[in-house]
């Protein structure tokens, strides 16, 4: 049964090549679990695509199954690299291997790492006083424990 889900899930998913899997899971008792994302986000439209496309090719005479197709949420962490790059621009709050935590404006991303920027207010090198200061960081996905996207309301 899972490598027909997934072989209907990837047709989907190739049919609106804006779409990403992050997750897949089947757990006891035939419960299907697919999380996707999209590059301009996912709509409830897309998650009826896409649940049709696996629920409409299954026999439910053979298998008995729930199916719950949802989009990552925005409160979830980031989790491969194409999530990364559809957030360029955003502030993210990333927790590195070495608990480190930075919150700043993401504003690049290769296969490997990513870029952040962000003022700080420092001590002046001569005198009293703080000085703001552009600071960077760029930091290799393997050294990434969490990344949030840090909602803002304006």
Not at 9 to 38: T, Y
Not at 113 to 140: D, F, H, S, Y
Request: aromatic share 4%; charged share 30%; net charge negative.
């Amino acid at each position: 049964m899972k490598e027909k889900v997934k072989n209907l899930l990837d047709q989907a998913l190739l049919d609106n090549e804006s779409l990403f899997l992050i997750d897949f899971k089947i757990s006891e008792g035939n419960q299907i679990k697919v999380i996707i994302d999209g590059d301009q986000g996912v709509t409830v439209n897309d998650c009826i695509v896409v649940s049709r496309a696996i629920e409409h090719n299954i026999d439910r005479e053979e298998n008995d199954f729930s199916l719950d197709v949802a989009s990552a949420g925005i409160s979830e962490p980031l989790s491969i690299p194409r999530q990364y790059k559809k957030n360029i621009g955003r502030t993210l709050k990333v927790k590195t291997q070495n608990n480190d935590v930075l919150e700043g404006k993401l504003v690049k991303v290769n296969d490997t790492e990513i870029e952040l920027n962000w003022k700080a207010r420092e001590p002046k090198p001569i005198g009293k006083g703080k000085v703001t200061v552009q600071k960077e960081a760029v930091l290799e996905y393997k050294n990434i424990v969490e990344a949030t996207v840090v909602i803002t309301f304006k």
